[in-house]
């Protein structure tokens, strides 16, 4: 056979394909269609967000192929893809890393999209879709997280479950509905593994479709420029006259840079997924095993530590009201400011309010990865009192030492800057408080902290205090002349044959 | 085509075939919509119902109300009466149970009315702590700090046949109420 | 186009054939679940004791406000079953929690048996010396009045009133450091068994200075004295220094109690 034959046995094969299909006019109107030359490297990261989607689904087929969606068997069946499948824990963690990166591009691709006004006139569906999809990922992530049915997979559904039952009326059916009973169980994955892998992956794509196509018809936007108004009379005219006199074809004259972002992108995935490998499963999702200090991943930290932060007298308010609402305002956005200035340069409310936004979840996340109002659940025997305040103290101080770990305050208090951070660090803390208010604030509690009245004996607690009032930083009271002096008579130490301290001992 | 035509004529036979039409138009819908209803019903009830059935008598034992010393508070396990073999470990659940005195008990749910994480009890300081967001409880479970808006959950119990029953197989919420 | 081809493919193969090979040491990949060590080696043991013990007897078993653990004679002298009584029921009445029992959270009395076996492997000295005076108390009447003069010449000068704390916390004075604090504060001696005033006096603390049985001790002038506390001086003190618990209703509290 000839190279002209086989030429023209190719197109007339090809011809056929796009009669029956009309293949041609779709590739005319997707791929090749013209887009403004000034969409350059900001546009990279919404086809970022969809090829990671892409990564998810593949490794996620194959996947499923190996994970046991049954709470008996999902933990080993995760230990076995990790241990056992080839290069099987290379693809947990490309899924895990890749949904990382997706949630990232698309929290950028967003950023991006809003900063720069292409949500107005006339993109307004394609900015609903956005916000569909982001909606959507984020729940694909939590749904992963339970996937992993760990531990804390399972006290994550517990929150989960906390929040939507304290919707009035409906919230417990909702829960049983979400739980597919009364307790987090079998029945539970399977729904999580139906949604994460059936119901939320179908929605995306076809999400992403409509997404892909409100923009094929709208356009893509062009680069703000400040002076330039959207103005929904005259924009749709303007813009097709400028994309056919200066645009250029989606492929390959934009799409170079998709492509060099995306290849750069899913290298650096394979990296960072090679170098730090898969995400758990930690401990097992066994709930009498009650020393878990359960976290959720990374990406919702934030909320984990407006949980933390929210006064509790709002907070269901907040907890049921906010999210819903916070997404519809987002959504509606377009409506809201339809034309107008695009620039960031211009609209310094929406630059404020981004600016707020990322501020306000930036230091939520750091302040859940420290999680300072956690007790340190082991602190009391794993945290040493460090010798500079064990050395010179009276045997009593070291029974009050003792004491301090023993009665668990080392799990809220830090001293020396080990121990719990959910009360005050008590390193100086007799420069601080006297004798006195020391038996107050550790009979009568208060400023969020249990009162120890019932628990400690007269003795107890005058140990604990003797020991506290040694803790002045170095700077020993008796340095300062006539400090003791003037201090009052029941401040010092009161000695035994004084009256005990009131309390009952155990 | 053909059919607009006859419409537009205003014969004995078009308004007949009009009527059909809108009968058969009526007949589409309605049976279409009898055979969604009775197709989805099924797969919604199977979807919804198990979250939603309602409460069996659930009283399960935790053993011989001798078996606990007064004034202590243990954790102790037991598995979900509604549980499946296929629930693997998540078919355990626990709950601490403080005996005041002989034959008088508090059962509490290990989840923290915050937010439904595992609560530790510390025997040395009497307090039941949260690793979640600092809840703290004292030993009747009453809330001492943090952003728990109650007390600890309790379940019901009662001694039968010399042995400790609690009421139990739900996860507790806010809205029980107990 | 097809001969350009060739090395394309090769090369792919061979970048499928690293990529395949060396994914097994990459450093991402998760360890296999390896087996804990066990409580009886040294390893082992530090991990449990970092989790469960550090906090109150300090790192490394030392420097602790509680008795120092590491620390050869004293681990030597004590029974096994003692210890593992200690360690899984604690000693009622004072600080000292129980680690194991029936409850959820126990641990094993087989782990605890690993654990003092661990212990003494890791810290108890080989050629630690025997302790002459008996860990327990023996059945002596012990007089408070010999005790009180025995701990004028031999402890009072580490130890004296607390006239006020900064004896103890602040400065020190002369060659000798004078550290100890007061011991006969009838708080401490509320707070303490009788067993635990015998163990302190027996085994001493070396990490906080505080002399074992053996001495050397100190007179009241603060002449250095090297000589050993008998049996009966040992009560004698212990009895003393108990006097000072005043509540009626916690003196007897500690009786034959545990170290």
Same mark, same amino acid.
């Given at each position: 056979?000839?190279?002209?034959?086989?030429?023209?046995?190719?197109?007339?094969?090809?011809?056929?394909?796009?009669?029956?299909?009309?293949?041609?006019?779709?590739?005319?109107?997707?791929?090749?269609?013209?887009?403004?030359?000034?969409?350059?490297?900001?546009?990279?990261?919404?086809?970022?967000?969809?090829?990671?989607?892409?990564?998810?689904?593949?490794?996620?087929?194959?996947?499923?192929?190996?994970?046991?969606?049954?709470?008996?068997?999902?933990?080993?069946?995760?230990?076995?893809?990790?241990?056992?499948?080839?290069?099987?824990?290379?693809?947990?963690?490309?899924?895990?890393?890749?949904?990382?990166?997706?949630?990232?591009?698309?929290?950028?691709?967003?950023?991006?999209?809003?900063?720069?006004?292409?949500?107005?006139?006339?993109?307004?569906?394609?900015?609903?879709?956005?916000?569909?999809?982001?909606?959507?990922?984020?729940?694909?992530?939590?749904?992963?997280?339970?996937?992993?049915?760990?531990?804390?997979?399972?006290?994550?559904?517990?929150?989960?479950?906390?929040?939507?039952?304290?919707?009035?009326?409906?919230?417990?059916?909702?829960?049983?509905?979400?739980?597919?009973?009364?307790?987090?169980?079998?029945?539970?994955?399977?729904?999580?593994?139906?949604?994460?892998?059936?119901?939320?992956?179908?929605?995306?794509?076809?999400?992403?479709?409509?997404?892909?196509?409100?923009?094929?018809?709208?356009?893509?936007?062009?680069?703000?420029?400040?002076?330039?108004?959207?103005?929904?009379?005259?924009?749709?005219?303007?813009?097709?006259?400028?994309?056919?006199?200066?645009?250029?074809?989606?492929?390959?004259?934009?799409?170079?840079?998709?492509?060099?972002?995306?290849?750069?992108?899913?290298?650096?995935?394979?990296?960072?997924?090679?170098?730090?490998?898969?995400?758990?499963?930690?401990?097992?999702?066994?709930?009498?095993?009650?020393?878990?200090?359960?976290?959720?991943?990374?990406?919702?930290?934030?909320?984990?530590?407006?949980?933390?932060?929210?006064?509790?007298?709002?907070?269901?308010?907040?907890?049921?009201?906010?999210?819903?609402?916070?997404?519809?305002?987002?959504?509606?956005?377009?409506?809201?400011?339809?034309?107008?200035?695009?620039?960031?340069?211009?609209?310094?409310?929406?630059?404020?309010?981004?600016?707020?936004?990322?501020?306000?979840?930036?230091?939520?996340?750091?302040?859940?990865?420290?999680?300072?109002?956690?007790?340190?659940?082991?602190?009391?025997?794993?945290?040493?009192?460090?010798?500079?305040?064990?050395?010179?103290?009276?045997?009593?101080?070291?029974?009050?030492?003792?004491?301090?770990?023993?009665?668990?305050?080392?799990?809220?208090?830090?001293?020396?800057?080990?121990?719990?951070?959910?009360?005050?660090?008590?390193?100086?803390?007799?420069?601080?408080?006297?004798?006195?208010?020391?038996?107050?604030?550790?009979?009568?509690?208060?400023?969020?902290?249990?009162?120890?009245?019932?628990?400690?004996?007269?003795?107890?607690?005058?140990?604990?205090?003797?020991?506290?009032?040694?803790?002045?930083?170095?700077?020993?009271?008796?340095?300062?002349?006539?400090?003791?002096?003037?201090?009052?008579?029941?401040?010092?130490?009161?000695?035994?044959?004084?009256?005990?301290?009131?309390?009952?001992?155990? | 085509?053909?059919?607009?035509?006859?419409?537009?004529?205003?014969?004995?036979?078009?308004?007949?075939?009009?009527?059909?039409?809108?009968?058969?138009?009526?007949?589409?819908?309605?049976? $279409?919509?009898?055979?969604? =209803? *009775? /197709?989805?019903?099924?797969?919604? #009830?199977? @979807?919804?119902?198990? !979250?939603?059935?309602? &409460?069996?008598?659930?009283?399960?034992?935790?053993?011989?109300?001798?078996?606990? $010393?007064?004034?202590?508070? =243990? *954790? /102790?396990?037991?598995?979900?009466? #509604?549980? @499946?073999?296929?629930? !693997?470990?998540?078919? &355990?659940?626990?709950?601490?149970?403080?005996?005041?005195?002989?034959?008088?008990?508090?059962?509490?749910?290990?989840?923290?009315?915050?937010?439904?994480?595992?609560?530790?009890?510390?025997?040395?300081?009497?307090?039941?702590?949260?690793?979640?967001?600092?809840?703290?409880?004292?030993?009747?479970?009453?809330?001492?700090?943090?952003?728990?808006?109650?007390?600890?959950?309790?379940?019901?119990?009662?001694?039968?046949?010399?042995?400790?029953?609690?009421?139990?197989?739900?996860?507790?919420?806010?809205?029980?109420?107990? | 186009?097809?001969?350009?081809?060739?090395?394309?493919?090769?090369?792919?193969?061979?970048?499928?054939?690293?990529?395949?090979?060396?994914?097994?040491?990459?450093?991402?990949?998760?360890?296999?679940?390896?087996?804990?060590?066990?409580?009886?080696?040294?390893?082992?043991?530090?991990?449990?004791?970092?989790?469960?013990?550090?906090?109150?007897?300090?790192?490394?078993?030392?420097?602790?406000?509680?008795?120092?653990?590491?620390?050869?004679?004293?681990?030597?002298?004590?029974?096994?079953?003692?210890?593992?009584?200690?360690?899984?029921?604690?000693?009622?009445?004072?600080?000292?929690?129980?680690?194991?029992?029936?409850?959820?959270?126990?641990?094993?009395?087989?782990?605890?048996?690993?654990?003092?076996?661990?212990?003494?492997?890791?810290?108890?000295?080989?050629?630690?010396?025997?302790?002459?005076?008996?860990?327990?108390?023996?059945?002596?009447?012990?007089?408070?009045?010999?005790?009180?003069?025995?701990?004028?010449?031999?402890?009072?000068?580490?130890?004296?009133?607390?006239?006020?704390?900064?004896?103890?916390?602040?400065?020190?004075?002369?060659?000798?450091?004078?550290?100890?604090?007061?011991?006969?504060?009838?708080?401490?001696?509320?707070?303490?068994?009788?067993?635990?005033?015998?163990?302190?006096?027996?085994?001493?603390?070396?990490?906080?200075?505080?002399?074992?049985?053996?001495?050397?001790?100190?007179?009241?002038?603060?002449?250095?004295?090297?000589?050993?506390?008998?049996?009966?001086?040992?009560?004698?003190?212990?009895?003393?220094?108990?006097?000072?618990?005043?509540?009626?209703?916690?003196?007897?509290?500690?009786?034959?109690?545990?170290?």
């Amino acid at each position: 056979m000839g190279r002209s034959t086989l030429k023209s046995t190719a197109s007339r094969c090809l011809r056929w394909l796009d009669d029956r299909t009309g293949l041609l006019w779709v590739l005319r109107h997707s791929l090749f269609h013209r887009v403004p030359v000034s969409a350059k490297w900001w546009y990279v990261f919404g086809s970022a967000t969809m090829m990671f989607f892409a990564v998810q689904i593949a490794s996620g087929i194959v996947l499923a192929m190996f994970y046991a969606p049954s709470a008996a068997q999902a933990y080993e069946s995760l230990v076995y893809i990790n241990q056992q499948v080839p290069s099987g824990w290379m693809l947990r963690a490309i899924h895990g890393w890749s949904s990382n990166a997706m949630c990232l591009m698309m929290l950028v691709h967003l950023a991006q999209v809003f900063l720069h006004g292409t949500y107005k006139y006339p993109r307004e569906l394609t900015w609903i879709f956005g916000v569909c999809l982001c909606v959507l990922t984020l729940a694909l992530a939590f749904t992963g997280q339970i996937m992993r049915w760990d531990a804390d997979a399972y006290w994550g559904l517990g929150i989960g479950a906390a929040i939507v039952d304290r919707m009035p009326v409906v919230g417990n059916a909702l829960r049983g509905i979400m739980l597919g009973g009364e307790q987090i169980s079998g029945a539970t994955l399977s729904r999580f593994f139906a949604l994460h892998v059936f119901i939320l992956p179908g929605t995306t794509v076809a999400l992403i479709g409509l997404h892909l196509y409100s923009i094929l018809r709208k356009g893509i936007s062009e680069m703000p420029k400040a002076g330039e108004v959207v103005d929904p009379a005259t924009y749709d005219k303007a813009y097709e006259a400028r994309v056919h006199k200066t645009g250029v074809p989606f492929y390959p004259d934009a799409a170079r840079r998709d492509m060099v972002f995306c290849g750069a992108a899913l290298i650096v995935l394979v990296g960072i997924a090679a170098w730090y490998g898969p995400m758990g499963p930690g401990a097992l999702p066994d709930p009498t095993i009650i020393e878990a200090s359960p976290r959720p991943d990374g990406l919702f930290l934030w909320i984990f530590a407006a949980l933390a932060l929210l006064p509790p007298s709002s907070e269901t308010a907040l907890l049921l009201i906010g999210p819903p609402v916070g997404i519809a305002l987002l959504a509606l956005l377009p409506f809201i400011a339809p034309r107008g200035e695009r620039a960031p340069s211009r609209r310094p409310l929406s630059v404020l309010s981004f600016g707020v936004v990322c501020t306000g979840i930036g230091v939520l996340t750091w302040l859940g990865m420290q999680s300072p109002w956690s007790p340190v659940m082991n602190a009391w025997t794993s945290t040493p009192v460090a010798p500079e305040f064990v050395e010179r103290r009276s045997p009593l101080a070291l029974q009050g030492a003792l004491e301090f770990q023993f009665a668990q305050c080392r799990n809220c208090h830090a001293i020396g800057g080990t121990g719990g951070m959910r009360g005050p660090d008590l390193t100086e803390v007799a420069t601080r408080l006297s004798w006195d208010q020391l038996v107050r604030q550790i009979q009568q509690g208060g400023g969020n902290m249990p009162a120890y009245g019932k628990t400690l004996s007269s003795a107890e607690t005058h140990a604990l205090v003797a020991f506290l009032s040694t803790l002045d930083g170095g700077r020993s009271r008796a340095q300062i002349p006539g400090a003791m002096e003037s201090q009052s008579v029941s401040d010092a130490m009161p000695t035994a044959a004084s009256t005990p301290l009131t309390s009952s001992s155990p | 085509m053909s059919e607009r035509d006859t419409v537009s004529d205003a014969t004995p036979s078009a308004t007949a075939s009009e009527s059909r039409r809108g009968f058969l138009f009526a007949a589409g819908t309605t049976l $279409t919509a009898i055979g969604g =209803v *009775l /197709v989805a019903a099924p797969i919604i #009830g199977a @979807a919804v119902a198990p !979250g939603l059935l309602p &409460e069996k008598d659930k009283w399960l034992s935790l053993g011989a109300s001798s078996n606990w $010393t007064p004034g202590t508070t =243990v *954790l /102790v396990k037991f598995l979900n009466p #509604g549980g @499946a073999p296929d629930d !693997g470990v998540t078919r &355990e659940n626990a709950c601490y149970v403080r005996c005041i005195e002989a034959g008088k008990f508090q059962v509490f749910a290990v989840n923290c009315a915050h937010l439904g994480c595992p609560v530790e009890w510390f025997a040395q300081s009497r307090l039941f702590m949260c690793p979640c967001h600092g809840g703290v409880y004292y030993e009747d479970g009453s809330r001492a700090s943090g952003p728990p808006p109650r007390g600890l959950f309790e379940f019901a119990w009662r001694i039968q046949d010399g042995a400790l029953e609690i009421f139990s197989g739900r996860l507790p919420g806010l809205q029980e109420g107990t | 186009m097809i001969a350009r081809a060739v090395p394309w493919r090769r090369l792919l193969l061979a970048c499928l054939a690293c990529l395949s090979v060396s994914c097994d040491r990459l450093p991402g990949k998760p360890a296999p679940p390896a087996a804990t060590p066990g409580l009886d080696v040294s390893t082992g043991f530090r991990a449990f004791y970092a989790e469960r013990c550090a906090g109150c007897h300090g790192d490394e078993g030392r420097y602790g406000p509680a008795r120092p653990l590491n620390a050869g004679i004293y681990l030597a002298s004590i029974p096994e079953d003692a210890l593992f009584t200690i360690v899984r029921d604690g000693i009622p009445g004072t600080r000292m929690p129980g680690f194991g029992g029936s409850s959820v959270t126990g641990v094993s009395d087989e782990q605890i048996r690993a654990f003092i076996l661990g212990m003494k492997r890791t810290w108890a000295n080989p050629t630690g010396l025997q302790s002459i005076v008996p860990w327990q108390a023996g059945l002596s009447e012990a007089s408070a009045e010999h005790g009180a003069t025995l701990f004028a010449s031999r402890c009072e000068f580490c130890h004296p009133r607390a006239g006020n704390q900064t004896q103890v916390a602040g400065a020190q004075q002369g060659a000798v450091p004078r550290l100890g604090g007061d011991v006969r504060d009838p708080f401490y001696a509320r707070l303490v068994s009788d067993q635990h005033l015998r163990t302190s006096i027996i085994f001493g603390r070396d990490d906080l200075h505080m002399p074992s049985v053996r001495g050397p001790f100190f007179t009241a002038n603060g002449e250095r004295v090297v000589e050993e506390l008998s049996v009966g001086e040992v009560d004698a003190l212990v009895a003393y220094l108990a006097s000072f618990r005043q509540a009626s209703t916690l003196s007897g509290r500690f009786e034959g109690g545990t170290p």
